[in-house]
């Protein structure tokens, strides 16, 4: 069975095997208005799943909803969502059709919506719009959300944080204290927040979350959340190629987060970072328990932010590729980074290039992390300020070509630095690359392999007089010594490989 998606005045959206393609209109500042001409083409995707009705279900038919795309279908559908909440039965959008709404759709509790080959569509709005919202106020629980697709149109200039892009306005679906939520198989385009978590006004979490299968394409913010625990996202992708501000994030985890896991999702596009974790607000919680396992960032200005007091972060089997910098942190307890591959970087942006970015990080571990430095500019690893009890482990990078592989300014503080058992590979070295500044610094590089595959350098390693960096059992090639003339580390049985 073959699936509708629409097409708005001259914007085309066509979902033929892959990503879809989008041919822009010409924007002015208020969008044209198209007369309700939507034209309905089919696709040669297949739907989901088979589509199996629930019993004793409800259809929005039954309530006056025509589903042609060009009726206004808000008020049906709200009755109908209320008395399938008030009879506690499934609610049905049928297949093959388009429902158009123009506001808000309200939900309660007990709410099992599903929509497989369906399409609820809202034209782009002149502020900030809701296809769907919980209630404020009232504990909503038991809501499901199965095989619907959310459509706008991002054809309206967009200010603030969306400045420099087009947006609609449109959030698809919007929770605010909400227990035991599931959304599968759901797709949306053109959102400016896809799902969005938020914060009510009686400080009610969203808790016991389940998103599977859902894709979330050309939005400014796919996800958005805060005040939200026991979530788990699969399957899913969330795509922000809609916005050009570096505020704006694949994922943004905000305050008030807690046991929060990305398995097997593709984070693409993002002017800002594919994961954004964060919490700037005052006598708030920051966010922990943070789990991104066997998941892919690309395409994005940074891979994975951790600020703020971000704690028990692990990182694990992640795939990050062409992005300017892989990782940027500051201020993070109990970072667990581990079996990460950085691959094919980019220099697209004014971001700090390089793979790690470290500021103010206090008892964490990046282990078993392969670097391809082909094409990566800035630094390897740059240290800032604080960095506590780190331990960097069986890393292996390659083709680095004239990059300073470790970095640590004069306002850095290290104590407890180790770094053991790694590759690093130059591809060229024009002067030293590695150096401590930090007065007081504490490091200890032990058994590591240093080698540069172009002409002989002199050294690789020249560290400042007040540091104490201790170089045990590492085995260098390419390099005339290990350290320069003027290095102040402490050197033991060392190995020249030459």
């Known amino acids: 069975m073959k699936k509708s998606i629409i097409i708005i005045g001259i914007i085309i959206i066509a979902l033929i095997n892959g990503p879809l393609k989008v041919v822009a209109p010409i924007v002015s500042d208020e969008p044209e208005v198209f007369d309700e001409v939507i034209e309905v083409i089919e696709t040669t995707q297949e739907p989901v799943k088979e589509i199996i009705i629930p019993a004793n279900s409800l259809f929005v038919e039954d309530f006056g909803a025509i589903g042609d795309g060009r009726v206004d279908d808000t008020d049906a559908i709200q009755k109908a969502i209320d008395e399938a909440i008030t009879l506690d039965r499934p609610l049905v959008f049928e297949q093959d059709k388009i429902y158009k709404i123009t506001g808000t759709l309200l939900i309660k509790s007990n709410l099992h919506i599903s929509g497989y080959g369906s399409i609820l569509y809202m034209p782009s709005q002149r502020w900030l719009v809701n296809m769907m919202i919980t209630e404020e106020k009232e504990i909503v629980e038991n809501v499901t959300v199965e095989g619907l697709s959310f459509v706008s149109q991002n054809d309206r200039k967009g200010t603030e944080y969306a400045a420099g892009s087009l947006t609609s306005n449109v959030t698809a679906l919007h929770f605010i204290g909400i227990n035991n939520l599931k959304i599968i198989d ?45 979530f788990t ?61 066997d998941c892919r960032v690309q395409d994005s200005r940074v891979g994975i932010i951790i600020f703020s007091g971000a704690n028990n972060i692990t990182v694990s089997n992640v795939e990050i590729t062409r992005v300017d910098l892989a990782f940027s942190v500051d201020h993070a307890v109990n970072v667990d980074i581990n079996n990460v591959k950085i691959m094919e970087p980019t220099a697209l942006t004014d971001v700090p290039k390089g793979a790690f970015r470290m500021k103010n990080i206090y008892q964490s571990s990046i282990k078993n992390v392969t670097i391809d430095g082909s094409g990566m500019e800035g630094v390897l690893i740059s240290i800032h300020e604080n960095l506590v009890d780190l331990l960097i482990s069986d890393m ?30 130059f591809s060229k070295v024009s002067t030293e690359r590695m150096r401590f500044r930090g007065a007081g610094s504490t490091a200890l590089f032990y058994n590591n392999t240093f080698i540069n595959t172009s002409d002989v350098y002199s050294s690789l390693i020249n560290n400042d007089i007040n540091t104490s960096i201790s170089l045990v059992k590492n085995k260098y090639s390419g390099f005339t010594s290990l350290v320069s003339t003027t290095d102040a580390s402490i050197l033991e049985d060392n190995t020249n490989l030459n």
């Open 233 to 293: 996202m699969t399957k899913s992708t969330l795509d922000a190629s809609a916005g050009s501000s570096r505020f704006l994030h694949s994922a943004y985890i905000d305050m008030n987060t807690s046991n929060i896991t990305f398995d097997q999702v593709l984070f693409e596009n993002s002017p800002g970072a594919g994961v954004h974790i964060y919490n700037g607000y005052k006598g708030t919680s920051p966010a922990t328990n943070i789990n991104i396992i």
């Open 396 to 425: 292996t990078a390659k083709n680095i070509n004239d990059l300073n592989l470790f970095q640590a300014d004069n306002s850095s503080n290290v104590e407890n630095l180790v770094v053991e058992n790694s590759t690093f590979e």
């Open 186 to 230: 759901v797709i949306m385009y053109d959102m400016n927040v896809g799902i969005k978590f938020g914060q009510s006004s009686n400080n009610q979490m969203n808790e016991n979350i389940t998103i599977d299968n859902t894709h979330i394409y050309r939005s400014l913010t796919p996800l958005l959340m805060n005040t939200t625990k026991d």
